[in-house]
């Protein structure tokens, strides 16, 4: 299965865009990136995929870089309800059907 | 549209009774996922089912649990004999996947299990 590391932590302000980094080295091509985040202890909320290009919806953007390494989840204007855990995931090829969560990133938002 | 529905909401048992959890996927999925997530710690995946069938069980504890989705009604994930290292949330997803393109799983609410 690819990895993904993802820095512990981050903060934004309130209103500000969050940018939240994620480097996937060893993707395979027919692999997708997901984005999923966990408020509190709730069930893990489906934000975003992308396979190649830059994709975006009513909740994100994704830009994943051209060698497919590295990807970037924008929030474009944070807000409180936006503090949670989110999670950065490879999923596809040899590893169908199976999300591998790693420890993600606590986005802290601030008044 | 309804998402997927997870129940009990909250489970509580004694060591050594059985704990049932139930999983109604999304309208449309034939795909339903187990995961775990054990207090402080990450998810982890399960189990991956078909209607009537186990896809991946690579996950899955080798004794005490068991999981079977049916032709008709919910996934059923079954734990015999808790013990207090059961306790955890336990997230059930649903796709409608299909091969090779992107499986988008959805999660549910989840069932907190607690073992006395």
């Known amino acids: 299965d690819a990895k993904t590391t993802q820095p512990p932590s981050m903060d934004c302000a309130e209103g500000r865009a969050a940018n939240l980094p994620c480097n996937h080295s060893?993707?395979?091509?027919?692999?997708?990136v997901y984005w999923y985040r966990q408020i509190h202890s709730q069930g893990p909320q489906y934000i975003i995929h992308?396979?190649?290009n830059n994709e975006t919806n009513e909740m994100a953007s994704l830009i994943i870089t051209e060698d497919r390494k590295s990807s970037t989840l924008i929030l474009p204007h944070a807000t409180l309800r936006d503090t949670a855990v989110y999670y950065c995931?490879?999923?596809?090829?040899?590893?169908?059907?199976?999300?591998?969560f790693g420890q993600g990133t606590i986005l802290t938002v601030h008044p | 549209n309804a998402g997927v529905m997870q129940n009990p909401r909250h489970l509580v048992r004694r060591r050594g009774q059985e704990a049932r959890l139930r999983c109604s996927p999304m309208?449309?999925?034939?795909?339903v996922y187990w995961y775990r997530q054990l207090p402080e710690e990450g998810l982890k995946f399960m189990v991956y089912?078909?209607?009537?069938?186990?896809?991946?069980e690579s996950g899955m504890p080798k004794e005490r649990f068991s999981a079977e989705f049916p032709k008709e009604g919910p996934s059923i994930l079954r734990i015999q004999q808790v013990v207090r290292g059961d306790s955890a949330a336990y997230f059930c997803?649903?796709?409608?996947?299909?091969?090779?393109?992107?499986?988008?799983?959805?999660f549910g609410p989840g069932t907190r299990l607690t073992v006395l």
């Open positions: 060893t993707i395979s091509g027919n692999e997708y």
């Open positions: 997803a649903s796709s409608s996947a299909t091969r090779g393109a992107a499986d988008t799983q959805y």
């Open positions: 992308g396979l190649k």
């Open positions: 089912l078909q209607k009537e069938n186990i896809i991946d």
């Open positions: 995931i490879v999923s596809g090829g040899t590893s169908y059907g199976k999300l591998t």
């Open positions: 309208k449309g999925h034939s795909h």
